[in-house]
């Protein structure tokens, strides 16, 4: 890279992509620190940038108009995104779902509609735990196909840094794909700007290892861009404001997210905050709320009231997901859509009783035709779940419950 330091934005110390490394990091791969991961971080500092400095700029653009409640936010896709080669034919399955969700929300609201993919990078996942066991026998967690393979053996389990060159090209391949579309007139509902890819993309920032090499010094935009993606986000087990990964995305010029969950206090938030968005600059920040449905009347608005009082102008975004996942009888982790749907109500309930607008919503789905949430309008019952379960990690709304989920969310947000 052209310089070994610069300003950051905030300020206050000097930032450098490689400047986490000597910062506490939940979450850590778990690879050895030798030739291997030396030899992939060199090849990918030497790949093409994904992303350009001019897209992430647009894209914050646009978050602004979300931030004044000019637009709308719905962002969706993979909980882990397999290493599967992208097709013309599946872009088109998730570009279709897209523009239904986005006709749906825009023509209820008459507003634009910002879409927005886990897509060309949600290859990483944190796990609760390092180990588990499959079948007896104790071995690594599967931690998303950037770093091992989700087969239950010890061999496939095992960290192994040439998987970030193989996330890389797949990364490529579906953008390749992305902007194919765009080109041939397939762009969302809301989607400004010629030249864009049909999705902006956005992945959870959890290898580090993978987004230094790919961070680039821009000099028209003075400023580093992380060209992985447009919007990465930290979840919520590596939101410390000192920790590693939220240092990392301070620096960056792109928009930025993070998970805010129930145990998170007004304090927290704040300081959060003002870490990843000093300049309090509408369209850099997005907080993604992942409460639960029985937690978020009561956790979520002195939280947005904090932020609101401390200047910034937030998108806030509902993951209705991530705390409503319980263990069917069956053994499999699935989502109820009551849960689903009761949260994305109360999370509009919540955010305007805070003095904000809603932004959207966050969404692990696909357009497969998949059984791995229950209930909804489809009428799939625990007892559903084997004959079509199949998510690398977590469980995904189908098209029909996607569908339902943003009509129920578009509905209420109407009633305001």
Request: proline content about 11%; some cysteine.
């Given at each position: 890279m052209r310089e070994l330091t610069v300003t950051s934005l905030h300020g206050r110390a000097p930032w450098h992509?490689?400047?986490?490394?000597?910062?506490?990091?939940?979450?850590?791969?778990?690879?050895p620190y030798d030739d291997r991961l030396r030899q992939a971080h060199a090849q990918l500092a030497a790949r093409s940038a994904l992303v350009t400095a001019e897209e992430v700029l647009t894209l914050r653009r646009r978050l602004a108009e979300v931030a004044y409640g000019r637009g709308m936010v719905i962002q969706m896709g993979d909980c882990a995104e397999p290493f599967a080669p992208a097709t013309p034919a599946g872009i088109g399955r998730t570009l279709e779902l897209f523009r239904d969700v986005s006709r749906v929300v825009g023509e209820r609201l008459a507003l634009p509609v910002l879409t927005v993919g886990r897509i060309a990078g949600q290859f990483a996942k944190p796990?609760?735990?390092?180990?588990?066991?499959?079948?007896?026998?104790?071995?690594p967690a599967f931690r998303g196909f950037l770093v091992n393979d989700m087969a239950p053996d010890a061999t496939a389990r095992r960290p192994d840094p040439r998987r970030m060159l193989w996330g890389y090209e797949h990364a490529a391949r579906t953008l390749f794909l992305l902007r194919r579309a765009a080109d041939e007139?397939?762009?969302?509902?809301?989607?400004?700007?010629?030249?864009l890819?049909?999705?902006?993309?956005?992945?959870?920032?959890?290898?580090?290892d993978y987004e230094e090499p790919l961070t680039r010094w821009d000099a028209e935009a003075q400023g580093w861009v992380l060209?992985?993606?447009h919007l990465p986000w930290t979840g919520e087990r590596t939101r410390h404001p000192d920790g590693a990964h939220v240092r990392f995305l301070a620096g960056l010029l792109n928009p930025v997210g993070c998970k805010v969950g129930p145990g998170m206090s007004p304090e927290e938030v704040v300081r959060l905050a003002a870490t990843l968005d000093p300049e309090r600059?509408?369209?850099?920040?997005?907080?993604?709320?992942?409460?639960g449905a029985d937690r978020i009347e009561d956790r979520l608005t002195p939280l947005v009231e904090a932020v609101r009082a401390a200047g910034h102008a937030a998108v806030w975004l509902c993951d209705p997901m991530h705390g409503n996942t319980v263990r069917a009888a069956t053994g499999h982790k699935t989502r109820h859509m009551r849960a689903v749907v009761a949260e994305s109500e109360a999370f509009v309930r919540a955010v305007c009783r805070g003095g904000a607008r809603p932004g959207g919503l966050h969404l692990e789905s696909t357009a497969?035709?998949?059984?791995?949430?229950?209930?909804g309008r489809c009428g799939i019952s625990e007892n559903d779940l084997p004959f079509a379960y199949r998510?690398?990690?977590?469980?995904?709304?189908?098209?029909?419950?996607?569908?339902?989920?943003?009509?129920?969310?578009a509905e209420q947000l109407a009633r305001i």
């Open positions: 992509p490689a400047r986490w490394r000597g910062l506490p990091a939940g979450q850590p791969p778990g690879w796990r609760s735990s390092p180990t588990e066991e499959v079948d007896g026998v104790r071995m007139g397939l762009p969302m509902r809301g989607h400004w700007g010629d030249g890819p049909a999705l902006w993309t956005s992945h959870e920032s959890l290898v580090l060209t992985s993606t600059r509408p369209g850099r920040l997005v907080l993604i709320s992942r409460m497969e035709p998949v059984t791995e949430c229950v209930g998510s690398a990690c977590d469980p995904r709304l189908n098209a029909d419950q996607t569908m339902e989920t943003v009509e129920r969310f």
